[in-house]
């Protein structure tokens, strides 16, 4: 089955009417290039120039579809139309098919045909003026240049720019791509780190209250009612104004009011002091210095936080030991709990507490890892995490 030709561009079409029309109205008004009786004028007759001229009008339907078959088809056309009286129209279109096989032609074709076009000019500057001796010779290589050469790297300069023009539109999609996704990747993260400050903030607190009302709800003892009561109270007002803490560093128009500053190590004997009254026996033994980065204070914090909430709800009776030690540019931090002698915990957890203290840790580069161990006063859950400390970046 034979290949379909490219259908015409609608455009290509009204030039090659427009160009047909007008060498037709040229020849029927007798206006050639040449006389009849120059020597080379080898197909005298007024109608011979018609065939060159159709030909080439034909190669305009074309010059976009099959820009290298226009111009090959074209050029046969041009050399025949030299050997009759010729037609101005035909080098004219002709003119137009060079033009665009170097626009819309490959890149291998855009680069070829000025060269081509350009060594074309010279040698027929050279040679006729070289075998003739008469100043007349050089316009055979103007000719040429301004039939061939001209056309070509008007065609090559304006490829140039649309190609440049293509290259910035993509630069700037890729840009605005760039830009989508960063956006995006802002949002994802910003939304994790207010998902981890929420679950430290509030988990803790959440546990306690829940813990206690569930044992002033089953003992029917009115002091332990009490002081259970006591410490959901205690909790509760705490939880708030860690709430409003979050608040006020997500509100952008915040008035006058400051947010209260993150929380440091310098809070773990209050932190300790809050578990103890929540009903666990912890024991905080922090050699990490006397200044770290903000990030690090604050990651170490809300991972002692996190532990000592997971030990509420999970950790079987004993202590729970919070060890804090700076050495080697790293802060390490080990809390370990009793594990294996609780049925269920106090409190149904959700595995967000682990997550919240994984990415903490990444995000600094540290390590980061928790589970069940054996040690001397049975199992354990110990967990340990190791952050790195860069020094002079205490602010």
């Not at 111009?71 to 101005?88: K, P, S, Y």
């Not at 137009?96 to 045909?113: K, M």
């Not at 006591?230 to 997500?250: K, T």
């Not at 030990?311 to 540019?329: Q, S």
């Amino acid at each position: 089955m034979a290949p379909r030709l490219p259908h015409p561009h609608r455009f290509d079409g009204y030039v090659a009417l427009a160009g047909l029309l007008g060498g037709v109205l040229l020849w029927a008004i007798g206006l050639g290039t040449r006389p009849a009786d120059e020597p080379l004028v080898l197909w005298p007759g007024h109608w011979p120039v018609l065939l060159p001229l159709a030909v080439t009008a034909g190669c305009e339907l074309l010059r976009r579809s099959a820009p290298r078959t226009a111009l090959l088809t074209a050029t046969a056309a041009l050399v025949l139309d030299t050997v009759t009286e010729g037609n101005l129209v035909t080098v004219l279109m002709y003119t137009d098919v060079i033009y665009a096989a170097v626009l819309y032609g490959t890149p291998a074709s855009a680069r070829r045909i000025p060269r081509i076009t350009g060594l074309l000019a010279v040698a027929g500057t050279i040679v006729p003026f070289a075998v003739w001796r008469v100043p007349e010779a050089l316009l055979i290589g103007v000719a040429v240049g301004i039939v061939a050469f001209a056309p070509a790297s008007t065609g090559l300069i304006v490829r140039n720019h649309r190609e440049a023009a293509e290259a910035a539109r993509l630069r700037a999609q890729q840009t605005a791509l760039l830009a989508e996704m960063d956006r995006t990747q802002a949002v994802v993260a910003e939304r994790s780190r207010m998902a981890r400050e929420l679950h430290d903030m509030v988990a803790n607190h959440l546990s306690a209250i829940a813990i206690h009302s569930t044992a002033a709800l089953s003992l029917d003892d009115p002091g332990t009612s009490k002081e259970a009561l006591g410490v959901i109270r205690e909790n509760s007002v705490e939880g708030l104004a860690e709430m409003r803490r979050l608040i006020g560093i997500l509100r952008d128009d915040s008035g006058d009011s400051e947010p209260a500053a993150a929380p440091t190590l310098d809070g773990l004997g209050a932190l300790a002091d809050t578990a103890r009254a929540n009903g666990l026996e912890v024991v905080v033994d922090a050699a990490h210095g006397d200044r770290l980065p903000a990030p690090v204070e604050l990651a170490a914090y809300r991972i002692v936080q996190e532990s000592l909430t997971n030990a509420l709800k999970h950790a079987g009776p004993g202590r729970v030991t919070v060890v804090l030690r700076r050495l080697d540019g790293s802060l390490s931090i080990v809390v370990s709990s009793a594990y294996g002698d609780r049925e269920q915990p106090s409190v149904p957890g959700s595995g967000a507490g682990l997550i919240g203290m994984r990415e903490r840790t990444a995000l600094l580069g540290g390590t980061f890892e928790a589970g069940a161990r054996t040690g001397p006063d049975g199992g354990l859950w110990v967990v340990r995490a190791t952050l790195p400390v860069v020094e002079g970046e205490t602010e």
